[in-house]
C-alpha cells in the first residue's frame, strides 16, 4: 500500500510502498477514502523535521533533558544509538481519516465489515490507503453525510473539546483567535451553542470565512475597531476566548487575554509557547485552560490501545464521544464540514502538496486527501537485491523498536551463521526501514507469514513484553527456535 512518510532527521518527504498493517486484538482495519491535512499543525511538525539537530535541540528543550538523563543512565554508546534510531525512524503523516471497514480483530463487537467509518489517532489515521485503528478510536458515520465530511471527525473532537472546557453559556461573547480549520469549526460550534463569536486572524480570506459561518464580528488583530469592546460587550470584554492558531510564540495567548473581561476564561487548543506575562492575566484574574487534544482518554494506553471506556456517568465526553457528537451535529445541518474552504487532491499527488505546505503556498486552512480504489495490499513485501544465504540460519525478528534496531540488530548483523529472512512490526514503515538498513529479504506485519516461511529457523522477539508468551508459543509450535528479548 502507499503511505507518506517524513524522515526525522532531514525533514524528506515519501511516498513510499509499505506492507498493509495487521489488525490484532480490538483492532479494525479499514480502507481509507478520505484523510484531512491541519496546515498549521503539520506545517509546524515539518518544521521541526527539517531544523539542524542543534536547532531542534534549541526549539525543544524537553527533547534535550530527556537525551541528558539517558546520557547519564546508560553511558553515551546507548544514548547515541538511541537517538540515531529515533531518528531514522520514518515519521506517519495525519490523524483524522474516513474509510469503509474491511477486517476487524478478534474482540471487536461495534464494527463489521462494510461500515463507513471516522478513524482518530496520530499513528493511526494516517495519510495511507489502508489503516489499523484501534476501536475507542473508531465511530460508525452517519447515513446522512459523505465519508468527505466525516474525515473532518477528528479535528471537529478537538475543537468540540476545546468549547467544552470553556463551558459557554447562552449569550457569552466568545472569541476565536486563529481561524484555521480548529478555529472555522469551533466558529460553528460556538454559533450552534448560542454564542456571540469575535473571530480573529491574519488572513483576510480566513475572516470573511468565519462571518460566512456566522461570526457576529470578525477582523485582523491589528484592525480590529477600537470601539469593538464597549459596543459589543459593554465596556466589560469577551466572557472567553478560544487560542486555536498554532504559533511559534505567544502572542496569540496575549491577544485572547487581553480582549477577555475581568475573571474570564482563556483556553488554549493550538500548538504554541507557553511563555506568558504573568500581569495579563493577574491584573483581571483569568483563568487559563488547557483543552487536551480529542478529549479525555488521549495519551492513556489502556483506553487508546487497549480499549479500556471511561463509564459514561463519570466521564460523559471522551475522544470517542465527542467524535460521535460532531458527526451527529454534521448530519443534522447544525454544523457543515463541507462549508470550509478547502483543497482536494488525490492522494498520489501527497508529496506535493506536503512541499507547497512546507513552502507557504497553500492558502486553504486545511486539505482533503482522496484515495482510489486501491487492491488490498500484501502484508509483506520483498526487499530488493536481498536475498537468503544457503547454509545460514534464517532468521526472523519480530518487532524493531529503539533496542532492536540500536542494540539487537547491530550485534547480530555481525555473526557469519545468520541471514536475515523477515522483520515484522506493527508498523510497515518502521520494519521498512530497518529492513532496508540490516539486510532482511522481507518486511511485514503479519507474524504468521514468519511461522509459515520454511527457510526460517530462528524467531527472535523484542515486541512489547505482554506479547512475548503468545509469540513465543506460537513460533514453537511452528517448529522454529525461539529467542525471547525477555
Known amino acids: 500500500m502507499k503511505q507518506i512518510l517524513q524522515s526525522a532527521r532531514s525533514g524528506k518527504l515519501e511516498l513510499a510502498e509499505v506492507p498493509a498493517p495487521t489488525p490484532q486484538s480490538g483492532q479494525v482495519f479499514v480502507r481509507n477514502h478520505y484523510s484531512v491535512v491541519s496546515p498549521g499543525t503539520e506545517r509546524l511538525m515539518m518544521d521541526f523535521a527539517r531544523k539542524s539537530l542543534a536547532a531542534k535541540a534549541r526549539s525543544r528543550p524537553d527533547l534535550v533533558k530527556q537525551v541528558v538523563r539517558k546520557l547519564r543512565h546508560d553511558g553515551p554508546l546507548a544514548t547515541y544509538r538511541s537517538v540515531t534510531t529515533r531518528l531514522e525512524a520514518p515519521q506517519p503523516l495525519g490523524y483524522s481519516s474516513a474509510g469503509v ?84 469549526l469551533s466558529v460553528q460550534l460556538l454559533v450552534a451553542n448560542g454564542c456571540r463569536v469575535l473571530g480573529l486572524d491574519l488572513d483576510a480570506g480566513r475572516v470573511e470565512k468565519a462571518r460566512a459561518l456566522g461570526a457576529e464580528w470578525a477582523a485582523s ?19 472567553f476566548a478560544l487560542v486555536t492558531a498554532a ?69 460523559r465526553w471522551t475522544e470517542n464521544r465527542n467524535m460521535e457528537s460532531f458527526l451527529r451535529l454534521a448530519a443534522t445541518g447544525r454544523i457543515d464540514p463541507g462549508a470550509l474552504d478547502r483543497a482536494e487532491h488525490g492522494f498520489e499527488d501527497a508529496t506535493g502538496v506536503y512541499e507547497r505546505l512546507a513552502e507557504g503556498s497553500v492558502r486553504e486552512p486545511c486539505v482533503l486527501f482522496r484515495y482510489g480504489e486501491a487492491a488490498v495490499s500484501a502484508r509483506s513485501v520483498a526487499l530488493p537485491k536481498r536475498a537468503a544465504v544457503s547454509g545460514r540460519i534464517g532468521t526472523a525478528l519480530l518487532g524493531a523498536g529503539a533496542y532492536a534496531n540500536g542494540v539487537l540488530l547491530p550485534a547480530l ?8 529472512t523477515h522483520v515484522v512490526t506493527a508498523s510497515g514503515a518502521s520494519g521498512l526501514r530497518a529492513g532496508e538498513k540490516h ?37 514453537l509450535r511452528a517448529g522454529k527456535a525461539v529467542w525471547l528479548e525477555k
Not at 249 to 273: D, F, K, Q, S, W
Not at 457 to 463: D, G, H, R
Open 439 to 475: 539486510g532482511f529479504a522481507h518486511c511485514g506485519t503479519d507474524p504468521a507469514e514468519v511461522f509459515a516461511d520454511p527457510a526460517t529457523q530462528l524467531v527472535i522477539v523484542a515486541t512489547r513484553h505482554d506479547s512475548h508468551a503468545r509469540l513465543g508459543a506460537e513460533a
Open 247 to 315: 504559533s511559534k510564540n505567544a502572542g496569540p495567548i496575549e491577544t485572547a487575554a487581553e480582549l477577555c473581561r475581568a475573571r474570564g476564561r482563556v483556553v488554549v487548543v493550538g500548538m504554541m509557547p507557553m511563555e506568558l506575562d504573568r500581569r495579563s492575566f493577574y491584573d483581571k484574574e483569568l483563568e487559563l485552560r488547557m483543552s487536551m487534544s480529542y478529549g479525555p482518554g488521549r495519551y492513556d494506553r489502556r483506553y487508546e490501545e487497549l480499549g479500556l471506556d471511561y463509564p459514561l456517568p463519570y466521564v
Open 221 to 239: 488583530p491589528d484592525s480590529l475597531a477600537d470601539d469593538w469592546r464597549e459596543s459589543a460587550t459593554g465596556g466589560h470584554g469577551a466572557d
Open 413 to 420: 548483523s555481525g555473526l557469519a551463521d545468520l541471514t536475515f
Open 101 to 184: 471497514v474491511e477486517e476487524v480483530g478478534p474482540g471487536v463487537t461495534r464494527f463489521r465489515v462494510g461500515d463507513r467509518v471516522a478513524c482518530a489517532g496520530a499513528g493511526y489515521a494516517n495519510h495511507a490507503e489502508f489503516v489499523v485503528v484501534p476501536e475507542n478510536l473508531v465511530v460508525v458515520v452517519p447515513d446522512e453525510i459523505g465519508l468527505d465530511q466525516a474525515a473532518f471527525a477528528t479535528i471537529g473532537a478537538i475543537a468540540m473539546q476545546g468549547v467544552r472546557i470553556a463551558n459557554p453559556e447562552l449569550g457569552e461573547v466568545a472569541v476565536v483567535v486563529g481561524l484555521g480549520l480548529i478555529g472555522q
